[in-house]
C-alpha cells in the first residue's frame, strides 16, 4: 500500500506561480512511476504529467507543455509539479498517483494509487 499526500495549492493570480507536492510513503518509493492529474468543477479527471521511477523520461499534456515540470526526489520520497504562467482554466483539484512499475503512462486506469488532491485556483 502506498498512501500519497499533496500539498501546495491554493490561490494565485494568472500569470503567477506554484509548486506542488506529493509525498509517498509505505512503499519503496523509486518503484514507482508517478504522475499529476486535475479535476476542474464539472469535467473528468485529465492528465497534467508523468514522470518515469528514476525520473529519466516525462511527459506532458499539450495544455501545459512549456508551462510546467514534474520532478522527484526519490531520496525525499516526494513528486513536484511545478506550475508557472498560470491560467484560469488550470483551476482545478491536482491529484498525485503512482503506479507500480518503472514506465510511467497519460492512462488514469494504470495508476494504483491516488492522493486526495490539492485545489489549485487561478483568478484572472
Known amino acids: 500500500q502506498v498512501q500519497l499526500v499533496e500539498s501546495g495549492g491554493g490561490l494565485v493570480q494568472a500569470g503567477g506561480s506554484l509548486r506542488l507536492s506529493c509525498v509517498a510513503s509505505?512503499?519503496?518509493?523509486?518503484?514507482?512511476?508517478m504522475g499529476w492529474f486535475r479535476q476542474a468543477p464539472g469535467k473528468d479527471r485529465e492528465f497534467v504529467a508523468h514522470i518515469s521511477w528514476l525520473g529519466g523520461s516525462t511527459d506532458y499534456a499539450d495544455s501545459v507543455k512549456g508551462r510546467f515540470t514534474i520532478s522527484r526526489d526519490n531520496a525525499k520520497n516526494t513528486v513536484y509539479l511545478q506550475m508557472n504562467s498560470l491560467k484560469f482554466e488550470d483551476t482545478a483539484v491536482y491529484h498525485c498517483a503512482a503506479k507500480r512499475d518503472y514506465r510511467s503512462s497519460y492512462l488514469e486506469s494504470e495508476y494504483n494509487y491516488w492522493g486526495q488532491g490539492t485545489q489549485v485556483t487561478v483568478s484572472s
Open positions: 509505505g512503499r519503496t518509493f523509486s518503484n514507482f512511476a
